[in-house]
């Protein structure tokens, strides 16, 4: 199983970085390995999502249930796909009114030993890059 997490400190607020990881239909415009996001259902504190993601020239649908606290906490954990494992966690913690601390951690293993070699190395550099990724759509929306 693969694991990686980051902290960082962020020059945005809490609930606009929170809005901006809860945007799943804009994943494609932002993260390069998300060909395609959208959200299935919606309920409070709660909502499925299916994003394909471009991995190693193939494409990769996968289904996840969000639950969230709003402006805190969004858990993520899989429901079908190419994983046999894959949860994520996020949080923001405000530190002004114009800055919060972003944790994001994730864990994800693929079902098939193939796609696991294939794969992993580029969606673990996807991983790596989240929170900056993140970052940057926040300073390009609202956060200048």
């Given at each position: 199983m693969r694991s990686f997490e980051e902290t960082r400190e962020i020059a945005c607020a809490a609930d606009t970085m929170f809005d901006i990881v809860m945007d799943i239909e804009a994943y494609p415009a932002f993260l390069p390995w998300v060909a395609?996001?959208?959200?299935l259902s919606r309920k409070p504190g709660e909502l499925?999502?299916?994003l394909v993601a471009d991995?190693?020239?193939a494409r990769h649908s996968f289904q996840t249930v969000d639950r969230f606290v709003a402006n805190k906490l969004v858990e993520v954990r899989l429901l079908e796909?190419?994983?046999?494992?894959?949860?994520?966690v996020w949080t923001f913690e405000p530190l002004s009114?114009?800055?919060?601390?972003v944790h994001f951690s994730i864990e994800f293993e693929f079902r098939s030993m193939m796609l696991d070699m294939i794969a992993s190395p580029i969606f673990s550099t996807a991983c790596r890059s989240m929170v900056q990724s993140?970052?940057?759509?926040a300073m390009e929306l609202a956060c200048i």
């Open positions: 395609d996001a959208r959200v499925s999502a299916e991995l190693a020239g796909g190419p994983f046999r494992f894959l949860e994520s009114d114009v800055r919060c601390k993140f970052e940057k759509r």
